[in-house]
């Protein structure tokens, strides 16, 4: 990091982000720090790569976005070349070439032929992986389908259920069972468990036929005929609802529409949002990637197709962090010889979506390039501009301190601009397992949570909180159980209205 503050190419895996390469995965193998050869040539190349990102930040006359976006491409020149990549200037890599007589390079040869026939970098053998089983696995009946999505109700295990139900929200860049993983990572499970009748939306994974698919067309035939739905099956006015990354934005602008159209029959008396942008001022590493020239490619890309496909969309994010998502399967796979790991995060995330053109377009444009939801007015749904500030409902509000997708700060920022009372959580890790993160995970688990004050900025609220030990799903349990009422008798058939279609976890997240 240089002097005047910045840090030059990211966190952990940035091209010089350790003047000795220790603490950079890359270098960890003894030979890096011990063998005068491969010390010399791993300092070597992070004096160069330092001095690279010196020269862009200091060049005068530049601006903070352009120099920004220079180093985003610089940190991927610097990582192709560092000589952790090659064969013959990585001392692990000829270590097990020499141990197992070549056959770590044989293995690694076959790894490349099985990805080049598959198109892609296999970051995950999902062979043992089943929907249904494995993954979203919890028990449930779909009571909703409509062209945008199925809305799953899930099946309590205790004889009363509190009486407010959960309706979840998920991004519909991924699918949803990101929060229903294994039994021992899944959120819904755990909710359920603990008393409350939850409800998720599992998004359609859309072809050219929903290229007109809007934004607010999620908004409404999604999460609000979601919220409609869950309340008339429960037989309540009011649900909680919770949203995660782009479903929280979606879920955000569906607030404010509420607060200033449904006043008088407020479907949600209170909300959750997981690692949201509201405010995309500054919305991390993706900046680099969003411009006008951009916008315009991609553009042009989706009025042919209809949409963004899975590998585009995936490749964009594996390009905000180049080192773990690209490169250190490079050198596993084909230089190291193993064999793409056995992870359910991974297994999820190599199970991607489409993205239709006229909801892509709409983000990209007016939030990341606009950032019109994050001022009064700014957005107009159904010929009526919504304003955040009119938001009036508590609000729950989860960040994660290593989130390169919504920086924590940026989501501190969000949610103050709600007019309701906030309590703000930070927790560690990154983007997925500070979000999936149940009790009972590793030692360095653990979270900071207090109410934030719209005055205060997020530097100066953290300063003030001490770190608890532990999942922060204990704290957001409590906030919940708190507000979501008393308890009431399950319905043990379906509602009139609302007869139970499929077995969870339905048809639609079975679309490729």
């Not at 960890?28 to 720090?33: K, M």
């Not at 032929?113 to 089983?133: Q, T, Y």
């Not at 993160?437 to 004050?453: A, I, Y």
Request: contains cysteine.
């Amino acid at each position: 990091m240089a002097g005047n503050g910045h840090d030059y190419l990211g966190l952990g895996y940035a091209c010089a982000a350790r003047r000795s390469g220790r603490g950079d995965d890359r270098f960890t193998h003894i030979a890096w720090h011990e063998n005068p050869y491969f010390h010399g040539l791993m300092q070597q190349y992070l004096a160069v790569t330092r001095t690279l990102e010196r020269l862009v930040y200091d060049t005068p006359g530049v601006d903070d976005r352009d120099s920004r976006s220079a180093a985003f491409w610089l940190r991927h020149w610097c990582n192709a070349v560092s000589p952790s990549n090659f064969l013959l200037t990585n001392p692990e890599a000829l270590q097990h070439a020499f141990e197992t007589a070549g056959g770590s390079l044989r293995r690694g040869m076959e790894e490349w032929w099985h990805d080049l026939l598959a198109g892609d970098l296999r970051m995950v053998d999902s062979s043992g992986f089943e929907l249904g089983r494995e993954l979203a696995g919890t028990p449930g009946r779909v009571v909703l389908r409509n062209r945008m999505m199925e809305l799953i109700q899930y099946t309590p295990v205790r004889k009363q259920v509190h009486t407010i139900p959960v309706v979840v929200v998920p991004p519909w860049i991924n699918k949803y069972y990101i929060l229903d993983l294994t039994a021992k990572q899944s959120m819904v499970r755990h909710l359920v468990e603990r008393g409350f009748d939850v409800f998720i939306i599992s998004w359609r994974n859309p072809g050219s036929e929903l290229a007109g698919a809007t934004f607010e067309d999620h908004l409404f035939e999604g999460i609000l005929a979601a919220v409609e739905a869950a309340r008339q099956i429960a037989g309540v006015p009011q649900v909680h609802a919770v949203g995660y990354c782009i479903g929280g934005t979606a879920l955000s602008a569906l607030m404010a529409w509420l607060n200033r159209e449904r006043t008088s029959d407020m479907p949600i008396a209170h909300w959750t949002l997981l690692a949201t942008l509201m405010d995309f001022s500054k919305p991390g590493d993706i900046a680099s990637l969003i411009s006008e020239e951009s916008v315009a490619m991609l553009g042009s890309l989706m009025q042919r197709q209809g949409f963004l496909n899975n590998m585009q969309i995936g490749w964009s994010f594996r390009m905000l962090r180049p080192n773990t998502q690209i490169w250190r399967y490079v050198v596993h796979k084909y230089l190291y010889g193993e064999a793409a790991p056995a992870l359910a995060p991974l297994a999820w995330n190599a199970d991607g979506t489409r993205q239709p053109r006229a909801t892509q377009n709409f983000l990209l444009r007016e939030l990341y390039l606009g950032n019109k939801l994050a001022k009064a007015d700014g957005l107009t749904l159904r010929g009526e501009p919504i304003d955040l500030g009119r938001i009036k409902q508590p609000l729950y509000a989860v960040g994660a301190v290593a989130d390169h997708i919504t920086p924590w700060r940026s989501t501190y920022k969000s949610a103050a601009l709600s007019g309701g009372p906030v309590r703000y959580t930070l927790t560690a890790s990154g983007h997925i397992l500070g979000i999936v993160n149940p009790p009972g995970g590793n030692h360095n688990q653990q979270f900071w949570s207090d109410e934030l004050v719209k005055d205060r900025d997020a530097k100066s609220w953290r300063a003030l909180q001490t770190p608890v030990k532990g999942s922060w799903w204990s704290d957001w349990d409590a906030w919940l159980a708190q507000r979501c009422g008393s308890w009431r008798q399950p319905s043990a058939e379906a509602h009139a209205h609302f007869p139970w279609l499929d077995a969870a976890p339905g048809k639609y997240v079975l679309e490729r």
